[in-house]
Structures are given as C-alpha cells and as structure tokens.
C-alpha cells in the first residue's frame, strides 16, 4: 500500500536529472546558501574573514541580500534585531577565531533577549580540529566551547554532506520557544571545496510548539478567575510570541492590571484603564503587585529589573507561564507553567469565566497619581521632557532602539511605545554599542518606515563605524546622541557609592562633524528644539545624526 507521505517523498523526473547532474563549480558555501534559501532567508549579515571566503563567494553567487557591517559585533546587534521585527531566523556569517569571538557580546544579548539569530562561522582546517596545536591560522582549542554557555545550541560540520540538516536543525532551534541565537561552525575546507551533492531545494525545519500542560491551565484559570485583587506582570516573552492581544483579552476579562517590565514594552496599551504603564523600578508598584492576592506573570522570569533588584516579595499565589525552562521558578515559587506566552494565553482565554469587579480602573488610576507624585518632587522636568519630545516625533509604527544610557533607562519606565515590538533595548544582557547597528538591522528588516536609535556618547563611540554601513546601504535611521561627556549613568552610580568617579569621563569627537564625514547629514539640538529636529531627521530619507549635548538624571532608587 503506498501512502501519501510516500509519493510527496518521491522525486519528479525533472528533481531526479537536476540532482543527478547538480550545476559545475559548486562548493560547500553553496550548500550554505542554498540550505538558507531552501528554508526562506533572504537577508545574510555579516563581516567576511579569511577561512570563510568559500562561503561569502557562494552569497555573492545567490540571490541572497548581503549586509556587511564593519564589526562583527555590531552585525550581531543588527541581526538580532532583524530576528526581532520580522520574527525569522537572521543569519549571520563570520569568520574564525577573533571573528567568530567578537560577536560574543552580542549573542549574548540575542540569547537573553530571545531573538532568533542563525550564526554561521568558518573553522580552522578539518584537520586542525579536536585540539591539537597546529598554528592554523585564528586557531583555538575548542572554538564551539566559547559559545556553549551564550548560544541555545552548537552544531558543529565536518562534512559537506552534514551542512543542510546541521542549519536546518540550528533553524528550527533558534525558532522554537523561547527564541534564540544559536551557532554553526563549518571548516575552511569543507567550505571551501567543491561538491558533487545535488543543490538543496528545500529543507524541513518547522519549530516545535511548546503548549502549557491543561491540568496547570485549569488550576491557573480557576485561580485566577476567584482572586480578589488578581494582578500581571507582562515580559518579553509576551512581545515575542505575538501573544499582546491575547493578554489584553485576559486581562479585560479578569479586570486585572497589567504591568508590563523593561523587556515587554508595548505588550499591552500603555493608557488602558487597566495599564500599571511600565514602573517595575517604583516602590509604589511594588507594594500593589506584593497585594496581589493572585498574580500572573507571563514571559517573564523576574529578574533583577523586573522585580525592583530582588525587593520583590509577592505575598499572593504566583502563576508563572514561561518558555525558558531554566526561568521557571528561578526566583519565586509558583504554579509553574512550561509554555509559550500565546498558547498559554489562548488556553486561559478557553478556560477562565469572566471576573467582575468595578475598582481595578480606580485603583490602577491612584497607583498612576502616587508615581507621578513621587516624580514630582524630584524635579526632573528635563528628562521627561525629552521622552515627550521623542514620542511626539516619533511615528507610532516606527521602531525604536535604545543603548545602555540615562534616557534609555528612563525610558524603561516611562516612555509609551504605542505598538508592541516596536521599543527595543539592549537591558537583557546590558552591553554598550546595542542601539546603532541594531537599528540598521531594523530598518533593513522594513525599510517602509523611519526606525530611531538613541546612544549615550560612550555607546555611540562603540558604533561610530557603522556610520558607514548606514550610509553605504543608505538606511532609513536616525541617531540620537545625547552627548553628556562621558558614562553618564557609571557616573552617577560611582558618585552615590564612592564620592568621586574613576574612568568614566571620555575625550570624544565632534558627532556632527564625524557623521558629517561620513556623508551622513548632522545636526545639533538642544532640549527646546529636539523635537522639531527630530521630526525633520526622520521624514529625511537615509541616515541622519542628531547630537544633544545635556546631563540627565535619573529618578531616585526605591530599591535601597
């Protein structure tokens, strides 16, 4: 008896002549981009190096769009970023040894962010493998193993006829929940030697889903719909699964307030009658959320920003959905629930009754009042006024990007990103230099629409090559640099503990002038006028720099 799943394995005639006499002058590069073609990959980022020219030959020979940047980090950040607005697997093509290292930092990010990158790097020679000492040139011991602890899987090739299934497999990793960077290293000989193997055509590498156990969506949901004060925290896990109107649904029904952390911005509407906004870093936010006689937490594994530093302690029943197996439970006991965000949420939805109750608006609108209060008293005018200035120009559908700097950490808490998956930032692994080429990465991604990075002047000088990149492929972003002399935040945070600051003041140049000499357009600003200047810069096609020289403050801990 012939099955259906039979025939669809059975080549055509013209499948079996194609593959049976495979085009001259082929190699295994090819096998690369083909197996990337095969499984939907249009875009390649990347940086190229000398053990990996096998498979940048083969990208210029596909019709595979190639995006080099001018370091490997940074084509990192703006692969990750790819990942995150398109939610497909970003290649990213490297080099050996100090090649394949660079992009360390920001495959960190990528894994603690969940953006699915598809990192491809060259080896030493096959026979240079396995640990021995042979002065191959960028040579290391066991290069996979810099990468084991940051990446969510390793595969490593030794054979051509291993590198479909090796990215294909890697494809699906970096692809099923929790989302992620993973790694492919493939030695300059197998890359670079030609091949008989038949041209991939397509390749099978559909995600797994990852659904919640229904006997824990039950309890949940029985819980949940008889709390007295049932509250939700929202994280990034919400934004990566597209789940953001099912959370609005559940919230609606259980009238919960939703709170949503540094990594799930924009996962629910930042002035619903039912939004808390985004104030993990208040103590007043805090004691509502410890209140909670049930709270669901949702994407999120309440980590050191998303619990106020560790203060966090919920003295309520504590419902935990999260993708990242290693998540559940790190922190706080609950009711722990496996599972992607937008499965368990579709689950909830099924199961829990609706909730009545007429105070949660009243309550969320006096939390609200006790925040800005608080704000208030600082008199921190100029920081929230240059948030304001930046949403007025800023479309809502446009993507933001944010490096590690004062106003990006105000942002965290106090800036409206309109749209999910539309504010973005580099606080899961905290590295400088995220902003810029991430923001290249997006724009790539879309380039229909204006996307804004915003650096410290510290960050900025971590990204400042990539102004050629920008200008190069001629990308739709602006960057702000908001320039305050040095490591603003490092500053502040040295003078609170020490009295006096160590290394962080900076030499820097003159930012206009510098993205001038690149034949990127510049312009200074000050508070009064940044608004103007930046609606100018983003109706303006291709790149452009606007620089604001201001010392900003943070608002005061309410962790200590």
Do not use: C
């Not at 103590?283 to 309440?302: C, I, K, M, N």
């Not at 650096?455 to 640099?481: C, F, I, K, M, P």
């Not at 206009?512 to 200047?533: C, H, I, K, N, Y």
């Amino acid at each position: 008896m012939t099955h259906d799943h039979d025939l669809e394995l059975r080549p055509t005639p013209a499948q079996t002549e194609a593959a049976l006499n495979p085009p001259p002058g082929r190699t295994g590069g090819d096998l690369v981009v083909e197996t990337l073609a095969g499984l939907g990959a249009t875009t390649v980022f990347g940086l190229p190096g000398q053990h990996a020219l096998g498979m940048f030959d083969a990208v210029r020979r596909s019709d595979l769009r190639y995006v080099g940047l001018r370091v490997e980090n940074n084509a990192g950040f703006a692969a990750d970023a790819y990942g995150r607005i398109t939610g497909e697997a970003a290649p990213l093509l490297l080099s050996t040894g100090p090649g394949a290292l660079t992009s360390l930092a920001a495959l960190q990010e990528a894994r603690a962010a969940s953006a699915p990158v598809l990192a491809i790097a060259s080896q030493v020679p096959t026979a240079g493998l396995g640990g021995g000492r042979h002065g191959y040139l960028h040579e290391l011991p066991d290069q996979a193993a810099s990468f084991r602890g940051v990446v969510k899987s390793v595969h490593t090739v030794r054979a051509q006829s291993q590198i479909p299934s090796a990215i294909a497999e890697a494809w699906k990793s970096a692809l099923t929940a929790p989302h992620g960077p993973v790694w492919v290293e493939i030695p300059q000989d197998v890359l670079a030697a030609t091949t008989s193997l038949p041209v991939v055509t397509a390749a099978d590498a559909t995600p797994e889903d990852l659904p919640p156990r229904p006997e824990l969506t039950a309890v949940a949901a029985h819980l949940l719909s008889h709390a007295a004060r049932p509250a939700i925290i929202a994280g990034g896990g919400v934004v990566r699964a597209d789940a953001s109107g099912k959370l609005r649904q559940l919230a609606e029904r259980l009238q919960a307030p939703v709170v949503t952390t540094p990594g799930g911005k924009g996962a629910f509407p930042w002035n619903h009658p039912l939004s808390l906004q985004s104030w993990m870093e208040d103590r007043h936010t805090t004691d509502f959320l410890e209140d909670a006689d049930v709270l669901l937490v949702v994407g999120s594994g309440l980590g050191e920003l998303s619990s106020n530093y560790h203060t966090f302690r919920p003295r309520g029943r504590v419902i935990q959905i999260e993708a990242d197996l290693g998540k559940l439970e790190a922190n706080h006991p609950a009711l722990g629930i496996h599972a992607d965000a937008r499965l368990a949420l579709q689950a909830l939805l099924e199961t829990a009754p609706p909730r009545e109750d007429t105070t949660a608006p009243e309550r969320v609108r006096r939390l609200l009042s006790r925040v800005a209060e608080r704000l208030a008293a600082q008199e921190l005018t100029l920081e929230q006024g240059l948030l304001a200035s930046i949403r007025k120009a800023l479309p809502a559908d446009a993507p933001s990007f944010w490096d590690m700097t004062i106003l990006s950490y105000w942002a965290w808490s106090a800036f409206d990103p309109r749209r999910p998956n539309t504010m973005h930032s580099a606080q899961g692994a905290g590295g400088l230099g995220y902003a810029f080429p991430a923001a290249l990465g997006a724009a790539v991604a879309d380039p229909t629409r204006p996307v804004l990075a915003v650096s410290g002047d510290g960050g900025a000088l971590y990204s400042v090559a990539e102004l050629a990149t920008a200008r190069q492929h001629d990308l739709n972003v602006t960057w702000l640099v908001v320039d305050d002399g040095g490591y603003g935040i490092l500053r502040e945070y040295m003078t609170d503990a020490y009295g006096e600051t160590t290394g962080t003041e900076l030499t820097r140049p003159d930012f206009a002038a510098l993205a001038e000499s690149f034949g990127v357009p510049a312009t200074r600003t000050t508070p009064d006028t940044l608004e103007q200047a930046l609606t100018k810069a983003l109706t303006t096609p291709g790149p452009t720099v606007v620089v604001l020289p201001a010392v900003l403050r943070m608002f005061a801990p309410t962790h200590q």
